[in-house]
């Protein structure tokens, strides 16, 4: 019979875990070995059920891990207690290669992979000649167009938010769901729905060969995989702190560049009328890499009508220019019903501004530690 599920505590390492004589058993692991695990199920918000050989392990993590998937672990402490940490998967294991989510899958665009595949193709090609190039690919190279920030059109576009999360495959499968529960059915409407998401445009690809003479399947794959990651990350986060983390493309002509946008929602209490009330505060970080601005890091904060702004230049001249546009933001924020309480313009070096990513924000290195014990 297998030892019933034990409690876990997270990181940091000066929590530490009590364990009374005679409860539990510690996992049989040694330091620094390298094991493996199955992910049985999660168990929201940050718990995952895990199994090590015969043993039942609850961990509580905010690593997002794909359900029925293996995963492996390298042993960081055995005594008072056993740490882990989440290791990359290992090459040629098919069965966790395609589940987990690693961090380091985190710093790079989605996007910027399916470009690779597109831009020789439509580069390639003037005007008229666009007809040469598959229409699979026209179709991908338009959607990703659509769905990308217009540096000269940020004013005009109020909508994008909504429009690039409709067409950027992160909701795909909620779309499919509605659709597939919905009573009016047709293989029209499917292909609209395919048409105007990227996710499933490549499914599609993937599923008929449509763009196979063209481009690998293994590309394509590696797109789909690439933007899973997201997806598993959104979900984790969003159940457990009520956070959502996209890349989202910049188009410069006919270049791109790609931009961090990370909102954490105001987590709802225990108490009901508090928030009906609105008394939380809702905090938006957006970090782009300007073709002319260099790199920009904006953090706001919301708390009713209230708004606090603080941006993040490398230039002095570019702080100038900010602190310039002060007022002409209080203007549009006054007009809007809310109320600017503090902007500020600070200077950070570019080495550190460039290098600089979301993710850090969103991951603390320490989450990605898990202790165990059965």
Known sequence: MLNEPGHVLLPPSRLILHVKSGQGKILPFTKDEVVRGRVIRRIPPNHALLLFGEEHVTARTSVPLRERRIAFFKVEQVSPQCVLKLVE?????????????????????????????????MRSVKGSAVSKVPDMLVRWWGLLSRIS???????????????????SGMIWEHKLRTFLLSE?????????????????????????????????????????????????????RLEGQGQLFFTIPLQFQDQFGFGELLIDLPQKGEDEEADREGDKVLR???????????PVRADVSVFQKAIRVGFWVCEEE?????????????????????????????????????????????????????????
């Open 318 to 374: 570019i702080q100038s220019l900010f602190n310039n546009y002060g007022s002409l933001l209080k203007h549009q924020l006054e007009r809007h019903g809310f109320h600017l309480k503090e902007v500020t313009c600070r200077l950070r070096e570019a080495n550190v501004l460039t290098q600089t990513s979301l993710v850090e924000d969103l991951l603390d290195s320490e989450e990605h530690q898990i202790n165990l014990i059965v």
């Open 284 to 294: 938006v970080s957006l970090l782009l890499q300007m073709s002319r601005l260099g």
């Open 184 to 236: 009016f059915q047709s293989a029209n409407k499917l292909d609209a729905l395919i048409e105007h998401d990227l996710k499933g445009l490549a499914l599609k690809s993937l599923a008929d060969g449509a763009a196979n003479k063209f481009v690998s399947a293994e590309a394509i794959g590696r797109f789909v995989h690439s933007l899973e990651q997201f997806q598993l990350l959104n979900v984790s």
């Open 149 to 167: 920030f217009p540096s000269e059109q940020v004013v005009h576009h109020r909508q994008f938010l909504k429009s690039f999360i409709d067409g």
């Open 89 to 121: 998967p290992r090459i040629g294991d098919l069965d966790g290669g395609n589940g987990l989510l690693t961090r380091n899958a985190l710093y790079e665009s989605p996007y910027k992979s399916l470009i690779k595949i597109l831009a020789p193709f």
